[in-house]
């Protein structure tokens, strides 16, 4: 799982490159690199560039992640289409032609066709590219799993176990060996206590997407599925006194914050999810995040809800737990 | 089910008109609706739109949100760049002018300049639009907001019933009076039935966004609050059929989709979203979707489980319905 973390860690820088370049790109244009005439024309290189498959694509930031041949050598092409810019939006519906797809009462819709000079489409080639180069931009499939709590008991608990996976630094985190200094909020309380501490993923430089994450003491609750009405007082003060944590030092009441665990997990120590309201963390999707007002209302209503629950999750292509359920025929 | 299908829509082809559209959307789904030369050319309605305000955009989605005057009215223009797509990689790389920006290393930078009907904008037009339509699109800050079942009594309910939305456009849909020709399947039954067609948000050339939407026939259900065990056939109805639909149109298996609703929904009409698992669609947070199969399993377990259970949702700062919240003291 540290493996898959990893990976995840690496798909998101990923996005974040990109992001920085479509910042960049942005501010090259309102640096005036706008005017077609001033632009240094080349020769169309990719007219001879031989697609071999699309690592990744995103239907939502329209990109796409190419792989092929350009003059004989390996090359990885990225397309990414470029943001809508306030000022060329005149120049934009005068000079496009509109194509009606479909009318209903007040609302319409068209495709429009724009002069290409404003719509451009960003392009980065890396040439010659190495198998790292692909393995970077490659996406994983991912398929929803379906996994009652039979399922748990017969496939999944015993693939946990046996992988064995290390928490050795969530351990170092607790036992003040590493990390100490990113500390936001301890609860030193064996049974109930917790850290919390900012995500990897978050730079701290502004709250907009804040991303914390509240660990355990206790040490042998697994996931979800391990959690029973005892636990309550435990999850009662994750969500009490994380949240108090939170406005404190960073001024962010409970009302923009979205608390959560996740299931699967990425490692198999109980963790609790803070971020911000509003910012579309990564793993916030509800194929995958529980809320923890959720868990505990189940708790408090059904003391056996995550033992016989079915539950449902994404797994990678990739992830050893899917080769399982593929083998026990439970996809 | 083809054979069942193509017939609901032979039969639904009353008139000639109707008889055209259907044949027109056919032809236009065989051909990829790629060819400029067949497509329906309208008047640029747009050239003269004048633009008030941005009401929000986004570089990540590259869509932006426009409020303006068209033809004196009030109007919301949305523009957002399409995804993408692998089958006209060939023709995107042979037919567009490259610009080189940056070269360094391995890595070089250039803007791509396309043929326009191979990088079309999909555009939205809402017009005449009202304050409400205005608000909708304008960037807001959300809150969370929790709600009791007392709650949902005391405040929601009176709210959605003096506001009484109108979901004419819904009923349209239902009566064949609109967007016939985009129905992806429908189970005509009073009870069960439902409606399935593509999401607005959805532009239908590539998977990888797939965006469908589950409109019930029953017009009593307002949202996930009114749902109690003798709705059971009908969710699981949608579930099954409209999974099976995805699977014969799409070729998409349940294992790659994510089926929810949400709470609050946009309208006050029973629908369920179908989209692609792995796309980041708009509302598939955890804070605002709840997944069919636990809203099924939820109601087998608990049949007041809707009634009674506290619920957590996102308001904007903006929205009446927040206010009465504010005024109950409840946030």
């Known amino acids: 799982m540290a493996d898959s973390a990893a990976k995840r860690e690496a798909d998101s820088a990923g ?20 005017g077609a005439g001033k632009d ?10 031989k697609t071999s498959a699309v690592l990744s694509d995103s239907a939502r930031e329209k990109n796409i992640f190419i792989r092929g ?4 050598q390996e090359a990885v092409v990225i397309l990414e289409k470029t943001p809508i810019r306030e000022d060329s939006l005149a120049e934009l519906f005068s000079g496009s032609r509109l194509k009606l797809e479909m009318r209903n009462d007040i609302y319409s819709t068209y495709r429009l066709q724009a002069p290409p000079q404003l719509n451009e489409i960003k392009t980065t080639v890396v040439c010659p590219a190495t198998e790292k180069h692909v393995k970077k931009y490659q996406r994983q499939e991912s398929f929803l ?21 290390s928490v050795q630094w969530v351990h170092n985190i607790l036992e003040k060996k590493a990390e100490v200094e990113r500390i936001v909020f301890e ?37 979800l599925r391990d959690l029973t009405p005892e636990h309550l007082p435990l999850l009662q ?3 009490q006194k994380g949240k108090e944590a939170v406005l404190q030092r960073y001024k962010l009441p409970a009302s923009k914050l979205r608390v959560y665990l996740h299931y699967q997990p990425s490692y198999y120590h109980l963790h609790v999810h803070f971020t911000k309201l509003g910012y579309e963390a ?11 007002a959720d868990v505990i209302q189940n708790l408090q209503s059904d003391p056996r809800y995550y033992k016989t629950r079915t539950l449902y999750f994404p797994l990678r292509a990739d992830d050893g737990l899917l080769g399982k359920f593929k083998e026990a025929e439970r996809l």
Request: hydrophobic residues 35%; proline residues 6%; negative net charge.
């Open 15 to 34: 996005t974040d490159e990109l992001a920085q370049r479509v910042k960049r790109a942005k501010a090259d244009n309102e640096n005036g690199g706008g």
């Open 40 to 49: 240094p024309e080349c020769e169309n290189i990719l007219s001879e560039f």
């Open 69 to 72: 041949k350009l003059a004989g």
């Open 145 to 165: 799993v379906e996994e009652t709590g039979e399922d748990y008991q017969s496939i999944t608990l015993p693939y946990i176990q046996k992988q064995s996976f």
């Open 187 to 223: 609860d030193p309380d064996p049974k109930v206590g917790f850290v919390l501490l900012p995500d990897f993923k978050w730079d701290q430089k502004q709250v907009d997407d804040l991303y914390l994450i509240a660990i355990a003491q206790q040490r042998d609750i697994r996931s």
């Open 237 to 239: 003060n994750v969500f």
């Open 282 to 292: 990564p793993g916030c999707g509800v194929e995958r995040a529980h809320l923890l």
